[in-house]
């Protein structure tokens, strides 16, 4: 029981800080929640498909490269968040396997959620004649031994001519160089 005068029913209070003209969600004076001094996990996202269905699909380019001399098939997925190499290929490079600082929680096509707690560094991509070292995450891919995703295609200033199944690739200090997808027009 209250008096009419401290009555709420028709105002908008907020059951936080029990100020007038805001409801909870839309506090101006949220408390930020006291979180143990643990680094939370990434998330991320690799869609993942079959390696024919690839080539059908207009939004990511596919082709075969050299990836430390030995010939693999490379997708350019914009879709992806991290670069990837498959577990398979990835125990080809005899290079060694590091423990990332936190794990990784990555988005699978199948809407499935896959922690990811290695990486592998020293990874040498042969883009027509013009090498990337890089640090990959391992992980299942179907079809493909490499999966460049938006950490590598951003730095690098890389475009993908969807239609032309072509990437445009701009890396710093280097000049700029074309990469042709299969089934390029």
């Not at 990837?84 to 600082?101: D, I, N, R, T």
């Not at 079809?143 to 890389?158: C, K, Q, R, T």
Request: glycine content about 6%; proline content about 6%; some cysteine.
């Amino acid at each position: 029981m209250h008096y009419a005068n401290k009555c709420t029913f028709n105002k908008k209070v907020c059951y936080g800080c029990n100020e007038e003209g805001h409801i909870l969600r839309d506090r101006p004076k949220k408390k930020e929640v006291a979180r143990p001094n643990v680094p939370p996990k990434l998330k991320a996202r690799a869609f993942q498909m079959m390696l024919e269905a690839a080539k059908e699909v207009v939004d990511v380019t596919l082709r075969t490269f050299l990836v430390n001399g030995l010939p693999i098939n490379v997708l350019f997925d914009s879709g992806a968040n991290y670069s990837l190499v498959s577990y398979e290929f990835g125990g080809k490079l005899a290079l060694p396997v590091e423990k990332l600082y936190n794990t990784l929680v990555v988005e699978v096509a199948s809407g499935k959620f896959v922690p990811v707690s290695d990486r592998i560094k020293n990874i040498v991509i042969d883009l027509n004649e013009n090498e990337f070292h890089e640090e990959l995450l391992p992980i299942e891919l179907n079809g493909f031994g490499i999966v460049l995703g938006m950490d590598w295609l951003s730095p690098n200033d890389a475009e993908i001519l969807y239609r032309n199944k072509i990437v445009r690739v701009k890396p710093p200090g280097k000049e700029s160089f074309m990469v042709y997808g299969e089934n390029a027009e």
